[in-house]
Every structure is written in structure tokens, then in C-alpha cells.
């Protein structure tokens, strides 16, 4: 059995045909172009294809699908604002069931986000919105080039990590904090 395509070329690595995935476990390894995801344009830059590994297990009309997801990351380091690269990994859990549903069911079903029903005669699923949600959802609050990151002098901007600058904020801290004593005194 060869791979079905529908008419007009190519099937996109999100695209799921899902009379290609054979009964019980089997598993697929895809690339996946990140500038089609549409991540927008936030604090970070995805570097190189987003590598998903599928893993099913289909009984008959049911497909349980669970995806890992690994791409390259750069972002700024929250403290000295330096870009860093680290990986990215997510996961991806997902439902899919061949099944004709009266309304109601189909309600039902909506409210749990991880399944999905599809009509009996289906032929494919689009995975693009939910490989883009796991990626969105996986993304590190914060960056940090290093545990230890010094970060910038408030005062000039400096890269402390790179050795102080001549602000030398720990001296004028302590005038201050003289002139305060004076005040009091
Ligand atoms: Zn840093
Ligand atoms: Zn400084």
C-alpha cells in the first residue's frame, strides 16, 4: 500500500493520513518547518526545523497519538540580556477517534481539549495548531546565560560578567548611607 495523497501534491509533515498508521504501536519521525508554525514574533527565535517523534497506537477507529517535540532555542538572558541557545523540548498528547456523533455527544467531547473527534470517513488531521500550542506552552519563562549571571550594572549598563565597571555602586552606597547617619545624628 503505497502512501495516498490526496490530488494536488504534497502532504506537509503536520498533516496526519491516518489510514497510514497501522493497527497497534508504531511510530514516525517528522521535520517540521518552524517559520510555518506562526509563533509570532516574541523574546525568542526557534533555530533549525522542530523535530517531532510520533508514537501511535491505533485500535481500529482510535488513534492515540503522542508526540515529543525538540527544537533549538534563542533567547535574551533575563539578566545581562545576552542571547542564549538551549533546547527546546514539549509534548504533545492527543485522541483521535472515527466516530459518527449526534450533537450532544459532540459537545461533550469539545470540552476535553486533548480529543478529537473526527467524521467516520476522515482521511487526515492537521496537527499544525496543536505542534504550535505545545511548542507556545513549553517555552522557558526565563533565560539564563549562566546559573551565576552578574548581569548589567544598573548605573551604566555594563556586562558584569565581563568584569566590574568604575561605577563602583558599592562605595557610593556606603556615602549615602553616611550622609543618612549625619541626618540622624
Ligand atoms: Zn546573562
Ligand atoms: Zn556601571
Not at 517528522?30 to 497506537?57: C, H, I, K, M, S
Request: proline fraction near 5%; charged fraction near 30%; charge should be negative.
Amino acid at each position: 500500500m503505497g502512501r495516498r495523497r490526496p490530488e494536488g501534491g504534497e502532504v506537509p509533515p503536520t498533516t496526519l493520513i491516518l489510514d497510514e498508521i497501522e493497527e497497534g504501536i508504531s511510530r514516525r519521525q517528522v521535520e517540521v518547518d518552524t517559520a510555518g508554525l506562526d509563533l509570532g514574533e516574541g523574546d525568542f527565535r526557534l533555530v533549525g526545523p522542530l523535530q517531532v517523534v510520533f508514537r501511535f497506537n491505533r485500535s481500529a477507529q482510535t488513534f492515540q497519538v503522542s508526540g515529543q517535540l525538540c527544537c533549538q532555542l534563542i533567547a535574551e538572558c533575563c539578566r545581562c540580556l545576552e542571547p542564549v541557545e538551549q533546547e527546546l523540548e514539549a509534548d504533545l498528547q492527543l485522541l483521535l477517534q472515527r466516530q459518527q456523533l449526534s450533537g450532544d455527544e459532540r459537545e461533550a467531547v469539545a470540552e476535553d481539549e486533548d480529543v478529537e473527534i473526527l467524521d467516520p470517513g476522515a482521511k487526515q488531521v492537521d496537527l499544525k495548531e496543536r505542534l504550535r500550542e505545545a511548542v507556545l506552552l513549553d517555552l522557558p519563562m526565563r533565560v539564563y546565560c549562566r546559573e551565576d549571571c552578574k548581569g548589567l550594572c544598573p548605573q551604566c549598563g555594563h556586562n558584569l560578567n565581563s568584569g566590574p565597571c568604575t561605577c563602583a555602586t558599592g562605595q557610593a552606597d556606603l556615602r549615602w548611607a553616611a550622609l543618612r547617619d549625619l541626618k540622624l545624628s
